[in-house]
């Protein structure tokens, strides 16, 4: 997987759901995310993912992309935007695994930053 297809991914984690996430998420997925949703792993990030509401629109600056054999990870600055409520600023990891039908995110990290 290239650069603009990693990112791509990345993106359509965060703005197209649940679909996304099932194609791209490693089963034993961990994500980390500030309270109240704190440490979520494997089927429970999907499920989630169904009653959240979705970014419209988000933008990843200081981007970094460190790989290694069948491992690629992310590192980016992000900045969400739902229909209503301010934007949601964070830097975020990602961690894509190669496995035999394709690349999966097996970790995500979020710490919310500023505005």
Same mark, same amino acid.
């Given at each position: 997987?290239? %650069? %603009?297809?990693?990112?791509?991914? @990345? #993106?359509?984690?965060?703005?197209?759901?649940?679909?996304?996430?099932?194609?791209?998420?490693?089963?034993?997925?961990?994500?980390?995310?500030?309270?109240?949703?704190?440490?979520?792993?494997? !089927?429970?990030?999907? @499920?989630?993912?169904?009653?959240?509401?979705?970014?419209?629109?988000?933008?990843?600056?200081?981007?970094? *992309?460190?790989?290694?054999?069948?491992?690629? *990870?992310?590192?980016?600055?992000?900045?969400?935007?739902? %229909?209503?409520?301010?934007?949601?600023?964070?830097?975020?990891?990602?961690?894509?695994?190669?496995? #035999?039908?394709?690349?999966?995110?097996?970790?995500?990290?979020?710490?919310?930053?500023? !505005?």
């Amino acid at each position: 997987m290239n %650069d %603009d297809q990693v990112w791509k991914s @990345e #993106e359509r984690l965060w703005l197209e759901g649940a679909a996304a996430y099932e194609e791209l998420l490693h089963p034993e997925c961990v994500m980390a995310f500030s309270p109240p949703v704190g440490i979520m792993q494997g !089927i429970k990030i999907a @499920e989630s993912i169904r009653h959240a509401p979705r970014w419209k629109s988000v933008t990843m600056t200081r981007r970094a *992309v460190c790989r290694s054999k069948g491992v690629i *990870v992310l590192a980016y600055y992000a900045r969400g935007e739902r %229909d209503t409520g301010d934007p949601y600023l964070a830097y975020c990891t990602s961690t894509y695994v190669q496995r #035999e039908d394709g690349w999966q995110i097996v970790q995500h990290q979020q710490t919310p930053a500023e !505005i």
